[in-house]
Every structure is written in structure tokens, then in C-alpha cells.
């Protein structure tokens, strides 16, 4: 095992020793190749580069007690991805490929799938690019996918507490019929201002809103939207929110314990109502929410007033991570041991 200090590791990106990569070439995906280089050299005018062709995943690998490698619902961030690709006009990965990828790129990086009891992970990041040279504005031919990995850190160093979230009207992430629920990379760009804007007003991501009325709650940052009351988990059903596995797995949680699950529009005036509410990802799997802000009508919509997590997302928040690391029962068929 690496000698990081694995307490002490950022959510950030760290040297691994390989990474894994495979070229779409004459209608066909080619093997996969190993290499140590950071580095990939592409033609000036890759399609990634000029036009947006380019998609991502993002997974984490956990280590059990055992001493076992464990992956969280892999299969959901193939499918995910082969969304993403069709999205975008881009030759979609296979399975097999997927699959020995992204278990290549771990099983090779061992030594950084931090221990078990660190709050650290091996995060996974699946990547599929538009390799091919064109001018005119056309979906290339040539693809490179790649796996690299990198561990990290607990997403929050102070601990599971309460975030602040700033209403963010001015820029939209996505638009109903666009790309926003799947996952590529234009979509991160158009949520850099918001991500700044709120941050810069002292908050630590963005809400955005659909995008036609500004009425209804999307997302928050990278991650997706929840609230709870009266023994209901509510998270909006928007076309341009991807859709996340965290959330998925959530949903089925909150359903074991007995909870009545809603996927539908959220009216922003709604926040009024919630018990508790957070947001969900692959990252910190539930951040607790203390306070929403809305800039524009200056008005603070407060929670966890006690300064403590509410007992539902506690609780749903433990049983996940117990699952990931395979500390309780996977029920569901969730993990795959890969060592
Ligand atoms: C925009 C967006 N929403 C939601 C999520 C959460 O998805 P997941 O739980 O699959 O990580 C992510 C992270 O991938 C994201 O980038």
C-alpha cells in the first residue's frame, strides 16, 4: 500500500502509476493499452477539443474490512455513460470494455485504494473523447476512451455537516432538451459561473432552477436535489438533471426504512415545508443542507437550526456508505469484489 496519509488525503487529484486506454478506429474498438503517462497526445483538431465531444464517469472503488476491493453499481455508470455517448453522437464503449477498464485500472493501482476506516476511496474516472480530426461542425470518427484513478479524501474534512446553497438565476447548467442529463463535459462548463457566483457570495455551490420558469428546483452543483417531510423523500423530476446513482440508491434506502419516495417537480417556495434536505452524489453522498439562499428576493430558507444533521439523512447517509465499504449486507446486489 501507497504511504499517503490517508486521513489527511484532499478530495483532489493524486498520481496513480497507470492508467488504461482504447482506441475506436475503422468502426471498431482496438485492445486495451496500459501506460504510465499523464498524458495523451491528440490532433489539434480532435473533435473533443473544438466541438464538446467528450463524456465522463465518476465511481469510486472501496476497500472492506477484508481487505477486499469492493465497486458500487458499475453497471449503472456503463449504462449511464452509453447514454451520455449516443447523447453526444460519440461510438459508445462496450461492456466487456467497460467493465475490464475499469478493473484493470484498480486492480493496477492497488496500492492507492486507501483502508478501510480512512473515510477514503479510489475514485474511478471513466473517460470517452472525440479523437478524430474534423473542421466542420460533424461527429468524428476516431474515439479514445480511458480509466484513470486517483484516490481521495472524505469530501468533508470537518466531518457530515451542514452546507450552505445559493439560488443562482443568472446562468443556466442546462436546458430541457439539451444535454443535461447526461454526463458531458459542456455541462460543467455552464455551470462554472454559477459554481464562482456562489461561491464568491460565501456559499458553497449553486441551485440551479429549470431553466423556463425558474420556478421548479433542479440540481445543486454536481449533485442532485433532496428534501424530506412527513415521512415522504421528495427529488425533482426534471428533464435536464442527471440522473444519479447515488440518488437511485437513496431512493431504494429511504424506501427499506420505510419512507414513501416522490420524483416530481419541486416548487422552489416548497423549501418552506422540508424537514430536512441535502444533496446527493458520488463524491460526499449526502451533503446536508443548513441554508438555502436566494439572492435575488434576499431570502433564507433554514434548516438543522440545532446545527445537527436531521436523523433521516443520518441514517440513509450510514447505511450507504456501510454498503460501499461492506460494513452491512449488500441486499441489493450493489457491490462487486474485484480481488
Ligand atoms: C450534475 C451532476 N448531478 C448529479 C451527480 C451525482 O451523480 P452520481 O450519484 O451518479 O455521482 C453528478 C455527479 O456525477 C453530477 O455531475
Not at 493499452?33 to 498524458?39: A, G, K, M, V
Not at 474490512?65 to 447514454?83: A, P, Q, Y
Not at 475490464?100 to 473515510?119: C, D, F, S, W
Amino acid at each position: 500500500m501507497s504511504n499517503f496519509d490517508w486521513s489527511k488525503l484532499p478530495f483532489g487529484y493524486q498520481k496513480a502509476d497507470y492508467n488504461v486506454r482504447c482506441y475506436f478506429r475503422d468502426g471498431n474498438w482496438g485492445e486495451l493499452e496500459i501506460s504510465s503517462s499523464e498524458y495523451i497526445n491528440m490532433h489539434i483538431s480532435a473533435t473533443a477539443l473544438h466541438y464538446g465531444q467528450q463524456a465522463f464517469e465518476g465511481m469510486k472503488a472501496y476497500r472492506g474490512k477484508d481487505g477486499k476491493i469492493r465497486l458500487f453499481r458499475w453497471e449503472e455508470n456503463f449504462k449511464r455513460m452509453e447514454r451520455s455517448a449516443h447523447g453526444i453522437m460519440m461510438a459508445p464503449i462496450t461492456k466487456d470494455i467497460f467493465k475490464e477498464a475499469i478493473t484493470k485500472a484498480v486492480l493496477m493501482n492497488e496500492r492507492y485504494v486507501p483502508p478501510h476506516g480512512t473515510g477514503a476511496a479510489l475514485y474511478i474516472r471513466p473517460l470517452l473523447i472525440g479523437s478524430g480530426a474534423e473542421i466542420g461542425v460533424k461527429p468524428a470518427k476516431e474515439f479514445l476512451f480511458m480509466v484513470f484513478v486517483t484516490p481521495v479524501g472524505p469530501y468533508f474534512k470537518e466531518g457530515f455537516n451542514p452546507v450552505k446553497i445559493a439560488i443562482v438565476r443568472d446562468s443556466d447548467r442546462a436546458a430541457p432538451l439539451g444535454t443535461g442529463n447526461i454526463k458531458v463535459g459542456g455541462n460543467y462548463a455552464s455551470s462554472l459561473t454559477g459554481i464562482i457566483k456562489a461561491q464568491q457570495a460565501g456559499y458553497s455551490s449553486p441551485m440551479y432552477l429549470d431553466s423556463v420558469h425558474k420556478k421548479y428546483i433542479d440540481e445543486i452543483g454536481a449533485a442532485n436535489f433532496f428534501g424530506i417531510k412527513n415521512n415522504t423523500y421528495v427529488t425533482p423530476k426534471s428533464s435536464s438533471i442527471l440522473s444519479s446513482i447515488t440518488n437511485m440508491s437513496i431512493m431504494q434506502l429511504a424506501e427499506d426504512i420505510g419512507l414513501t419516495v416522490e420524483r416530481r417537480q419541486v416548487e422552489i417556495d416548497e423549501l418552506d415545508t422540508f424537514d430536512e434536505v441535502g444533496a446527493c452524489g458520488t463524491a460526499a453522498i449526502i451533503s446536508p443542507i443548513g441554508e438555502v439562499y436566494d439572492i435575488d428576493e434576499n431570502k433564507k430558507y433554514e434548516f438543522c437550526k440545532d446545527g445537527k444533521v436531521g436523523p433521516i439523512s443520518t441514517k440513509i447517509y450510514n447505511k450507504l456508505v456501510d454498503i460501499q465499504y461492506g460494513d452491512e449486507p449488500d441486499f441489493h446486489n450493489w457491490i462487486e469484489i474485484i480481488n
